[in-house]
C-alpha cells in the first residue's frame, strides 16, 4: 500500500465514523482484523461483529490525518481528533497499520494521547 492508498482508506473510516455507517467496516477491515485500542491492550476486539461493536460513536467530531509512513503492507497515520457536544475533547493519535492484499486492515493499534498526559512515561 502505498500513501495514496493509505490516504483513501482513512478517508473512507472517517466518511464511515461520521456517517456511523458500520456496514461499511466490511470493506476497511478484514474479517480477522485486529483493533488494539492501545499498544498494550492484553484483549484486543478480534473480528470485524467486536470492532462494529466497539467503534459507534454518535459525537460530532473533526478530523485530520496525515500519513507518516507507508512501507508495503505497513503504515501509520498520525490523527488529530476533536469532539464537540457537552464535554468537548481532543487527542492525537498514531494509528499503525497493516493491510492485507485486498487493501483491507488486518491490524489497527492505536497509540493515543490527551491534552493533559503530555508524556507517556512517569517522572
Do not use: C, H, N
Amino acid at each position: 500500500m502505498g500513501r495514496d492508498a493509505v490516504t483513501g482508506w482513512v478517508e473512507r473510516y472517517e466518511e464511515a465514523w461520521r456517517a456511523q455507517d458500520v456496514d461499511a467496516l466490511d470493506g476497511l477491515f478484514a474479517p480477522d482484523a485486529r483493533y488494539l485500542r492501545s499498544p498494550y491492550d492484553a484483549e484486543p476486539l478480534e473480528g470485524l461483529d467486536a470492532i462494529k461493536g466497539f467503534w459507534v460513536d454518535p459525537t460530532p467530531f473533526t478530523m485530520t490525518a496525515t500519513v507518516v509512513a507507508a512501507d508495503g503492507p505497513d503504515a501509520v497515520v498520525r490523527v488529530e481528533v476533536r469532539y464537540g457536544g457537552d464535554e468537548p475533547q481532543e487527542y492525537r493519535d498514531l494509528w499503525v497499520l497493516r493491510f492485507g492484499p485486498d487493501g483491507r486492515a488486518e491490524l489497527f493499534e492505536e497509540w493515543a494521547y490527551w491534552p493533559d498526559k503530555t508524556y507517556s512515561a512517569s517522572a
